[in-house]
């Protein structure tokens, strides 16, 4: 099963471009990896997902490396909004998703 | 809109007493998922319906069954609630199998449990 190693916690500036790594390299070739984000107490809210090329959307842009082994999230101009705990994921046997523990980023004034 | 619906956002229970906790959605996703979320863990999956077929995770404790009468309601119904079961349980929809499909999941915004 496909597992993803993510930093525990980061700050980033309010108006700064937030970069937020993740490593997957047990990915198997035709696993997404997929971006949640979870704001104090409430549910998960998706971000984006990619399988081998960069995506964009008016979220944030997914860095996705060539051999697949690790990808980026961008936060092009972080807000104080944007503080959350951030998951990359990939999938697992049988076509489920499994949360990780995730990076704490806080947006710092 | 509210797309995937938990009720309700605050359930307390007594230890021993049974409780059941609902989801509905609007999307008609084939696929419906309970997640426990304890303090500071991430979303852990329990288990999950595609259309009927059930489909429990191995370490998802007896404790813990799920009902899905039809595609737009699913429900957690926990037996016999310990101190331990006190979490927040996040219900999520997909349309098809996630994972390996250019799918993804949809999260209500949860049901907080405590258990006294």
């Known amino acids: 099963d496909a597992k993803t190693t993510q930093p525990p916690s980061m700050d980033c500036a309010e108006g700064r471009a937030a970069n937020l790594p993740c490593n997957h390299s047990t990915i198997s070739g035709n696993e997404y990896v997929y971006w949640y984000r979870q704001i104090h107490s409430q549910g998960p809210q998706y971000i984006i997902h990619?399988?081998?090329n960069n995506e964009t959307n008016e979220m944030a842009s997914l860095i996705i490396t060539e051999d697949r082994k690790s990808s980026t999230l961008i936060l092009p101009h972080a807000t104080l909004r944007d503080t959350a705990v951030y998951y990359c994921?990939?999938?697992?046997?049988?076509?489920?998703?499994?949360f990780g523990k995730g990076n704490q980023v806080v947006v710092i004034p | 809109d509210a797309m995937v619906i938990q009720n309700p956002r605050y359930q307390v229970t007594q230890f021993g007493k049974p409780v059941t906790l609902s989801c509905s959605q609007t999307l008609n996703h084939n696929v419906m998922y309970w997640y426990q979320q304890k303090s500071s863990q991430a979303p852990k999956l329990l288990f999950h319906y595609y259309d009927k077929d059930f489909n429990n995770e191995a370490d998802t404790p007896d404790n813990f069954q799920s009902r899905r009468p039809n595609t737009s309601f699913c429900f957690l119904d926990i037996r016999s609630p310990g101190l331990g079961d006190a979490a927040m349980y996040l219900c999520?929809?997909?349309?098809?199998?996630?994972?390996?499909?250019?799918?993804?999941?949809?999260f209500g915004s949860g049901t907080q449990l405590s258990v006294l």
């Open positions: 994921i990939v999938g697992y046997g049988n076509n489920r998703l499994a």
């Open positions: 990619g399988l081998k």
């Open positions: 999520a929809t997909s349309r098809l199998w996630t994972g390996i499909s250019n799918e993804k999941l949809f």
